[in-house]
């Protein structure tokens, strides 16, 4: 059976540009054991991980800034002044460094970076958590040799799901809207997508909010990397199990 991806792009995309976090990685304890920490040096109440789960997609002072208000939206995120943002912001990201590695590749990623290496398509990370994190998630799991570029949040004026990451991310790899897949777990990467003129593929086991991806776009959306790529495996007689 020939896949969505085949179908759109009539083989395989000459470039792929995948989210990080709820996408390539599970990097929510990670994140939590952060979010705690801060926390507790604060004096705040200690959150749950399935709470941190929901918080996570937007950039860390986002993150920061619903775990100090304890919800993910509303009046109480604005009302937080400006130097307890910026002391909870130091504080996590002290504590990030030491827990960032406290994460796990979901199944059939690194199947998929190794045939898509193998096919000779060029792989860059796009993400809207700080660049400087992010060695230390992808050098403990072997990771780091799949992707050309690595674009954080904060590299740039805007983020997802502004499309200028996608567009800057294009042009350091040199290949066109047309020419690339992004990949990701959040309406934050298919709208960015969909702007920059790029099919977009939707994984649902991410941090998406409880929203309808489907209404975002995607070409693709499932449960498991292996299942997009599936069939192109099989032809290869490579084991996605
Ligand atoms: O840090 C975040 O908000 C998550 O980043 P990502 O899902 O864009 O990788
Ligand atoms: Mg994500």
């Given amino acids: 059976m ?7 792009f009539s083989g395989l995309p000459k470039a792929v540009l995948f989210d990080l976090d ?3 990685v599970d990097s929510a304890p990670g994140l939590a054991s952060a979010v705690n920490a801060m926390l507790r040096e604060l004096k705040r109440p200690e959150v749950d991980l399935s709470s941190v789960r929901q918080w996570i997609g937007n950039g860390q002072e ?8 304890g919800c993910h939206s509303g009046p109480e995120l ?19 460094q030491e827990s960032a590695h406290e994460c796990a590749l979901f199944g059939g990623v690194r199947e998929t970076l190794e045939h898509l290496q193998a096919q000779q398509v060029v792989m860059a990370i796009v993400t809207n958590k700080p660049v400087e994190f992010v060695p230390s998630i992808l050098a403990p799991l072997q990771l780091t040799g799949f992707f050309t570029v690595v674009l954080g949040g904060e590299c740039l004026p805007e983020k997802k799901p ?5 567009h800057r991310c294009l042009e350091k790899l040199a290949v066109t809207p047309a020419q690339a897949l992004m990949v990701g777990d ?3 990467d298919l709208i960015a997508a ?5 099919a977009s593929l939707a994984l649902t086991y991410g941090y998406h909010q409880g929203q309808d991806l489907q209404a975002f776009g995607p070409i693709w959306l499932g449960d498991s990397l ?7 495996y099989d032809s290869l007689g490579v084991s996605v199990t």
């Avoid at 986002?62 to 208000?69: F, I, N, P």
């Avoid at 969909?194 to 790029?198: D, I, L, N, P, S």
């Fill in 162 to 166: 502004h499309p200028l990451p996608i």
């Fill in 22 to 24: 709820g996408t390539l």
């Fill in 186 to 188: 959040s309406a934050n």
């Fill in 78 to 96: 604005g009302q937080l002044t400006q130097s307890e943002v910026r002391k909870g912001l130091d504080l996590f990201r002290r504590h990030y």
């Fill in 62 to 69: 986002t993150l920061v800034r619903r775990a100090l208000s």
């Fill in 194 to 198: 969909r702007e920059a003129g790029v």
């Fill in 2 to 8: 020939i896949s969505a991806i085949e179908a759109h």
């Fill in 226 to 232: 292996a299942d997009a790529f599936g069939s192109q």
